[in-house]
């Protein structure tokens, strides 16, 4: 009798190279003087799972090989831990973690970078992509509307708009696509993540400074821990809008102007003329808190000058939106955004 394995009805003498290469455990007595095959040592390289997959020696009695695997017996090793990864977070500057890593890496890794065509509010860009404009709203981010229709102007909405247009506009950007979100959404803008060129998330930036806030639409979006928790800290620290509108700002319809009066049928007896009646003005739309009233002009050298209300020419400068013109709430955000102030 001796220590071994029985392999395909054969007895197989066991050996350390035998356990070390094949994984295998086990071993019992066995009738020596039964036949024996002798397993060849594997390199050191092969796995456990190699060795299962392996074909076992040839069985010479019958002159044919038959393949064969060895079971291997449960081992008493404790299984080794999953690797394990710190949660996600943002830093201060708003740059792309773990929350988003893929996306992120992606868009900062050195990926196509796209030019800013204009702004449209807060939460929405205009890009252009191989020579064609696109709309594109940003993932997870809503910020006060300024141009919906029906809806009057909210509270920090052009504060909102102006941080955005700091941020991105006349610059490049990268585009991210988000596999847990649609491409489009349903008014055909496409659906992305955006960061500015040295690897920022433009939403992060706005959640934390309190110009914007999370927005999950229909499944959770890559990050959305970290931009939820930077509303938190938002909020905490009644930054923007948390402070300045008492939270985020709710959507006030245009009051309906009256209906006009039906057309009085004809009568055989006279009547007495009714009065002509007094039009009812509709009411005026909310004008935003703050006033975003400095004009930001390009001259024809291409040169960003911004113009405050009583300067000369303040009254003349024209603001063109598609050349990259703009309005700002205060002259920080405009010397922020490259433009110098108007000298007379």
Known sequence: MGWGITVNGRAVACSGALLAAFALSGCEPVDQGAPSATVPAAPAAVTAADAAA?????DTSAGTSTPSTAPAAPSSAAPAAPPTSAPPSADAAGSPTSGSKKAAAAAAGGGAAYAVVSVIDGDTIRVSINGRREKVRLIGLDAPESKKPGVQVQCFAQKAASKMQSLVQSRSVRLAADPTQAD???YGRLLRHVYTLDGRSVAAVLIRGGYARDYTYAAPY????????????AQSTHAGLWGA????????????????????????????????????????????QGSCDIKGNINDEGEKIYHVPGQQFYDK????????????????????????????
């Open 222 to 233: 890559a990050g959305q821990a970290d931009y939820r928790a930077a509303q938190q800290q």
């Open 317 to 344: 400068t024209k603001i063109s939106p598609s050349k990259g013109e703009r309005m700002f709430c205060s002259e920080s955000d405009a010397r922020d955004a490259g433009w110098r102030k108007a000298k007379v």
């Open 245 to 288: 509108c008492g939270g985020f700002p709710a959507e006030v319809p245009f009051a309906a102007a009256p209906a006009p009066d039906p057309k009085p049928k004809a009568s055989a007896t006279p009547t007495k003329k009714a009065a002509p009646r007094t039009p009812v003005k509709a009411a005026e739309p909310a004008k935003p």
């Open 184 to 186: 489009r959404d349903r």
């Open 54 to 58: 392996a074909p076992s020696t040839n």
